[in-house]
């Protein structure tokens, strides 16, 4: 089975910038899509094909994807950033998420 | 404006089979390219996927528990039905209920409210 493989948690302090991996087998051949989940809520997306942003969501947010790596950036985080962030991907017509990150803004 | 919502048991005995449905408005199940997925989160755990139903009613479910699912679709009612036979504690989740257009659009958006499922006896 594919397998895709996240940091647990990471914190940053309000205004630097996160940055979230999502690794697995030539990842990078693959469309990734990320989502953030707060407490008590439905995930919601807020990257998807690698890097696109959807209407709402802010600039801040940022994606890229190559090699065995994919990153969602987030620059001048905001308390409001604090929640689990998954990474998702289809291998051979199903799907894969990540273990997910927790994000603690302080 | 695209909604889904979940809806069956709370509580389910072990052994038994859990059955939930999904009823979704906005869009219909008959238009090329979009499917229905179901996916569950265990308290305090990470997202799992479960299965998906398309417009032309192809099924693909998670190889961990392919034996176990079987997902349908009344197009008509809008609906989009999950049972998981033989449930066990470890199936205790938060199960939701999600959308997925046509191509190019391979992520979820959006998802439902979410049910919370706990297997007891």
């Known amino acids: 089975s594919y397998d895709l493989t996240q940091p647990p948690s990471l914190s940053v302090s309000p205004g630097q910038t996160a940055t979230i991996t999502c690794s697995g087998d030539q990842l990078g051949d693959k469309f990734i899509s990320w989502y953030q989940q707060k407490a008590g809520q439905s995930p919601v997306v807020v990257i998807y094909?690698?890097?696109k942003r959807p209407s709402g969501v802010p600039d801040r947010f940022s994606g890229s994807n190559s090699g065995t790596t994919a990153t969602l950036t987030i620059s001048g985080t905001q308390a409001m950033d604090e929640a689990h962030y998954y990474c998702q991907a289809w291998d051979s017509a199903t799907v894969v998420f990540g273990g997910g990150t927790k994000l603690t803004v302080l | 404006q695209i909604t889904l919502k979940e809806s069956g048991p709370t509580v389910v005995q072990p052994t038994q089979t859990l059955t939930l449905t999904c009823t979704f408005s906005g869009f219909s199940l008959s238009t090329t390219g979009v499917g229905v997925g179901w996916i569950r989160q265990p308290p305090g755990k990470a997202l799992e996927w479960l299965a998906i139903i398309y417009w032309d009613d192809d099924k693909r479910y998670s190889p961990s528990l392919k034996g176990r699912l079987t997902i349908t679709k009344d197009t008509s009612k809008n609906q989009v039905v999950l049972l998981m036979t033989n449930v066990d504690p470890m199936d205790t989740a938060t199960y939701y209920c999600?959308?997925?257009?046509?191509?190019?659009?391979?992520?979820?958006?959006?998802w439902g409210q979410g049910s919370l499922v706990t297997v007891s006896a």
């Open positions: 094909l690698d890097n």
């Open positions: 999600v959308h997925k257009g046509p191509r190019p659009q391979n992520w979820f958006d959006p």
